[in-house]
């Protein structure tokens, strides 16, 4: 069977991420593992995915190994084509994982290098249509008392739909409760076989009451090597009718096995009711051996001149997959001015690195996986120089049970050491 290759596009493409939503994420998803013989080849458009790290992969005909969740998600999505519209997922050929629970303690260093328990810990359970997870802290009196509760249940699974719904609950220092939030996620799959996922956010009122707070639309379309995507963000007006207030389009179009790109448009409410065009973005993919390497520009229309678009930002990326599964990262971002300040009107498009986050995968110690992933920014205070390293180590592991990932955060210090400023150890445990 031939196989595909990764190629990847940063994560500033925001037609993926979409309109940024306050979502309840259930912990400890129940993942199903299912043996499935080798089919023939097939033609199948690109599969798009975010690695570790935030890069987004794009999966093409190639001729490496793609990693293990993209091939998943094509034999599903596959599966779903090929399935009556109408028929519910039988029980007896499913291969449901089990149930499965999570705890998670955390602990930071203080001054004198002690390990000191942090005040909110964490438990969950989840199984194969539903989880939940609960956050506790110890308030004033010395109580443990819940401070978060989220929750995900499937409520509709067929061959061509999908409705899942997500809960969080906020409570207040004594365990009172404070305020609730719902997260209904559609999906379908059309006629035409584009797949539609509708999402809608409600939060309670002064009076209990579930209230529409926003509404997101994403159509995909898959036409030979073209995807087209539309992702529509609505809001309630004054009327509490539904009101697009931002739109973004993308086309990603994959032209052999070694190259492709990705073309977004981003409007945005002008505040007189019009869509107008605020940000556009070109991502630009090649391949060359085991090493993928995406650029990708964003123009943003000029704040002195409105009917222009000016180059605002430049990143690079690399990833290299090794066949015998480790990988390394880098992304580097290029802008006229460090991340989080404006935009110097002067400046006349020589941008300077601000930013840079690089990431190696390898295996650990007993059979487990180790992530370190080193970030370096721009000082905004100092823009001549780059402010101090962050590192965060993960190391999952298997156990007789489950597995446990431990998680270690350092910071550089004034001297160039690298000290350690917290530690959380997460074990799931298979019932």
């Given at each position: 069977m031939r196989k595909r290759l990764p190629l990847i596009l940063l994560a500033v493409a925001p037609w993926l991420s979409g309109v940024t939503l306050i979502q309840a994420q259930a912990q400890g998803e129940a993942q199903s593992k299912e043996s499935q013989a080798e089919q023939p080849p097939a033609s199948a458009a690109p599969t798009v995915t975010r690695s570790t790290g935030g890069i987004i992969v794009v999966t093409g005909v190639g001729s490496s190994t793609p990693p293990a969740k993209v091939e998943e998600a094509e034999k599903k999505e596959e599966a779903v084509a090929e399935a009556p519209a109408e028929k519910e997922e039988s029980p007896a050929t499913a291969a449901p994982a089990g149930p499965k629970s999570t705890t998670v303690s955390s602990y930071t260093y203080g001054p004198d290098g002690q390990k000191r328990a942090?005040?909110?810990?964490?438990?969950?359970?989840?199984d194969a249509d539903s989880s939940q997870t609960t956050r506790t802290l110890t308030n004033t009196h010395g109580r443990a008392v819940p401070y978060l509760t989220e929750s995900s249940n499937v409520l509709k699974s067929t061959a061509g739909d999908e409705v899942?719904?997500?809960?969080?609950?906020r409570y207040d220092t004594n365990g009172n409760p404070v305020s609730q939030q719902l997260v209904r996620e559609e999906q379908r799959r059309l006629p035409d076989g584009?797949?539609?996922?509708?999402?809608t956010t409600y939060e309670s009122d002064i009076n209990g009451r579930m209230n529409p707070v926003e509404r997101v639309v994403e159509t995909e379309k898959k036409t030979g090597n073209v995807t087209r995507t539309t992702v529509t963000a609505e809001r309630p007006d004054i009327n509490k009718r539904f009101k697009t207030y931002e739109r973004t389009q993308s086309e990603r179009t994959q032209h052999s096995d070694e190259s492709g790109n990705v073309k977004t448009v981003r409007q945005a409410d002008d505040g007189l009711g019009r869509l107008i065009d605020v940000e556009r973005s070109e991502s630009v993919m090649s391949r060359s051996g085991d090493a993928a390497t995406t650029e990708t520009n964003v123009w943003q229309r000029s704040v002195v001149n409105q009917e222009r678009f000016?180059?605002?930002?430049?990143?690079?990326?690399?990833?290299v997959e090794k066949p015998d599964g480790t990988a390394s990262e880098t992304v580097e971002v290029y802008a006229a001015s460090a991340g989080g300040s404006a935009n110097n009107l002067n400046n006349t498009g020589s941008f300077d690195l601000q930013e840079r986050i690089q990431?190696?995968?390898t295996a650990a110690p007993g059979g487990g996986k180790q992530e370190v992933t080193t970030s370096q920014s721009r000082s905004i205070a100092d823009p001549s120089r780059f402010g101090r390293k962050s590192v965060r180590r993960q190391v999952t592991r298997p156990t007789a049970t489950g597995e446990a990932v431990e998680t270690h955060t350092y910071e550089e210090g004034v001297n160039g050491a690298m000290l350690p400023i917290g530690t959380t150890v997460e074990t799931i445990e298979n019932k």
């Open positions: 942090e005040a909110i810990q964490s438990a969950g359970s989840a899942v719904e997500k809960r969080l609950n584009s797949i539609e996922k509708t999402i000016e180059l605002t930002e430049r990143t690079v990326g690399k990833l990431r190696e995968t």
